[in-house]
């Protein structure tokens, strides 16, 4: 044999997290968000539904994912998209009703998969029976007492209690006629003035959402997404801010501000994980708190609170090599050190969709949406910069979050009209921010038919631009070099290698420079992606096991990675050590 074969290509630098016997689903998943109203529409309405998730979970269970999360589909005005609930215990009619929740999730049981839904606790809709009696009863009652009421500041009241802002632009307070015509107090809503949020001091309030969590462990759920997890607690006497706050970001400066972390919001999940313990099975709760310091994030999975909080540090990192390492190294020792997993994100229903991110040219940049009138995103770089830097992270230990459509290597439509627009952001930001309707248009199945396959009768409550036709589900199935044909065997070589339980070396290969190339070792799988600068070499004898775009080989054999690629490896056969560091 080649003496060359016989050692490593790479160096070990250091292990960055051990590998782990631990059984728990939740430790390894992967999990595919469903966002409801894009999905797959079975009335011919225009709008997604339950009924037509369930018709199309074949796809999720051929893609080889374990688990889905759908966002709400309760009832709710669609203020903002279902996360305005008017009824935390009903099918809102434009999905269906409960039977039909039923009959989906007894569908994703039947085919292996666990179904997470979504729970809205920091505000209700201004159509929650709630609020509506709070709106009829005075200042100072029981009912005023579940929202957070207050009398204005200055002369009559008339200036908001406090200069807070609401995260979807405009002030956070909106002031209230009172039963007598009169002028009255205020309530504060951080999102939509159709959004109040609720008062989780008032033990009713938490009595209400035990009670919620109940209604669907009992129909059979396996966990929640725990919407605004951070926002539910406010600093006492609610003082004035003027930092700013944005959605997954977190604080602009740092901070995250007298409305958001606050220590009492831990008392909560860990009265939600006693609930959900009480269950039999392996129920969980999966925090959406966007903090700027994972050390913040990872107290929200502490041993007896939640089980997996999004890694939004992950998905803002910008498309560099040594940010890139970081995170990951940074991710994991954060989750380790409570005994949690860390789980990888690139892409969901509020952030412009990475294939259209990553192609910016600045592409660290996290746009509050893209218009026709912004910056063009490069679509084909974007989308080989996307499928590498998933490729990386279904390479990772954890548990990795899918948004639908990813697997299409759907863009962001960035030409979607105005007038088309719902977000409640384009409208508070005065058409400022686009807002979030471009990463949500609805998917497109096959190249022809109505709505690409997305409804009968060929309607979408978001216009799908010409570009979805070569996205289509249709036109990559059995397509060697598709996305599609990417996500699904990467995800079987995950699960075949058991990467979602592996260890994590950082390494080192010759002669690349650390600035253009991150490379890493799980069990015996190199995974290195290619950031910038020249080809990286890897030599003959390794052996490639995926990669997220073309590799060649030159004359001497040697694998040649393009920047803008991933490729997982196996070394020769001589450098596979044997890999003993376990934890249990
Ligand atoms: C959800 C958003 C929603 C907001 C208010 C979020 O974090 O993901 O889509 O607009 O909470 O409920
Ligand atoms: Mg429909």
């Known amino acids: 044999m080649d003496a060359l074969l016989d050692s490593p290509p790479w160096t070990s630098l250091f292990p960055v997290h051990p590998a782990t016997t631990d059984a728990q689903w939740w430790r390894t998943a992967v999990v595919y968000q469903v966002y409801p109203r894009s999905f797959a529409d079975s009335d011919g309405d225009g709008v997604g539904d339950l009924p037509g998730i369930t018709a199309r979970l074949d796809h999720l269970a051929a893609l080889g994912v374990d688990a889905v999360w759908l966002s709400p589909f309760y009832t709710s005005?669609?203020?903002?998209?279902?996360?305005?609930?008017?009824?935390?215990?009903?099918?809102?009619?434009?999905?269906?009703?409960?039977?039909?929740?039923?009959?989906?999730?007894?569908?994703?049981?039947?085919?292996?998969?666990?179904?997470?839904?979504?729970?809205?606790?920091?505000?209700?809709?201004?159509?929650?029976?709630?609020?509506?009696?709070?709106?009829?009863?005075?200042?100072?009652?029981?009912?005023?007492?579940?929202?957070?009421?207050?009398?204005?500041?200055g002369a009559q009241g008339a200036e908001p209690p406090n200069n807070w802002r609401s995260i979807f632009g405009g002030p956070a307070w909106t002031r209230v006629a009172e039963p007598d015509g009169t002028q009255g107090q205020w309530y504060l809503h951080l999102f939509d003035a159709r959004q109040p949020d609720l008062d989780w001091t008032n033990p009713e309030v938490r009595g209400e959402f035990e009670e919620v969590l109940r209604f669907w462990l009992d129909r059979g759920v396996d966990g929640f997404r725990v919407d605004v997890a951070h926002g539910l607690v406010k600093a006492d006497g609610l003082p004035d801010w003027d930092g700013t706050t944005a959605m997954v970001e977190g604080g602009a400066d740092g901070t995250t501000g007298p409305m958001f972390d606050q220590e009492g919001v831990h008392e909560i999940y860990r009265s939600w994980r006693a609930v959900l313990d009480a269950y039999p099975g392996d129920r969980v709760l999966v925090a959406e708190a966007w903090l700027d310091s994972l050390s913040r994030t990872a107290r929200y999975v502490r041993p007896g609170e939640m089980h997996q909080a999004f890694n939004f540090a992950y998905l803002t990192t910008p498309w560099d090599a040594d940010r890139n390492r970081q995170v990951v190294v940074d991710s994991l020792a954060a989750s380790d050190a409570v005994g949690a997993p860390t789980t990888w994100v690139l892409s969901n229903h509020d952030v412009v969709r990475h294939t259209s991110r990553l192609g910016l040219a600045d592409a660290g940049s996290l746009p509050k949406g893209i218009r026709a009138l912004d910056e063009q995103p490069d679509a084909e770089l974007g989308l080989r910069r996307a499928r590498a830097a998933t490729l990386q992270m279904l390479a990772l230990p954890g548990v990795a979050y899918l948004y639908q459509g990813e697997e299409l290597g759907l863009p962001e439509d960035t030409a979607m009209p105005d007038e088309a627009r719902q977000d409640p952001a384009w409208f508070r930001s005065g058409g400022l921010e686009a807002g979030r309707d471009g990463c949500r248009v609805p998917l497109p199945w096959s190249a022809d038919g109505p709505a690409h396959g997305f409804s009968p009768t060929g309607r979408s409550w978001l216009p799908q631009p010409p570009s979805f036709a070569r996205h289509a589900l249709d036109v990559q199935r059995g397509v060697p070099g598709s996305t599609y044909e990417l996500y699904r065997r990467a995800l079987a070589l995950r699960r075949h290698l058991q990467l979602a339980s592996g260890s994590l070396d950082l390494v080192e290969l010759a002669g690349v420079g650390t600035s253009d190339a991150v490379a890493l070792r799980n069990r015996d799988v190199l995974v290195v992606t290619v950031h910038r600068g020249a080809p990286v070499l890897l030599p003959a004898g390794c052996d490639l096991l995926i990669a997220s775009d073309d590799v060649a080989r030159d004359e001497a054999g040697s694998l040649v990675l393009e920047p803008g690629t991933t490729a997982w490896v196996l070394p020769p056969r001589a450098a596979r050590l044997p890999h003993a560091r376990t934890t249990g």
């Open 77 to 153: 005005p669609q203020v903002d998209a279902g996360y305005d609930v008017a009824d935390h215990r009903d099918v809102d009619p434009v999905f269906g009703t409960l039977a039909d929740f039923d009959a989906m999730l007894a569908r994703a049981h039947a085919l292996g998969l666990r179904v997470i839904v979504d729970v809205v606790p920091n505000h209700t809709s201004d159509e929650h029976a709630w609020f509506r009696r709070a709106l009829a009863a005075p200042a100072g009652s029981a009912e005023r007492a579940r929202y957070v009421f207050r009398d204005g500041r």
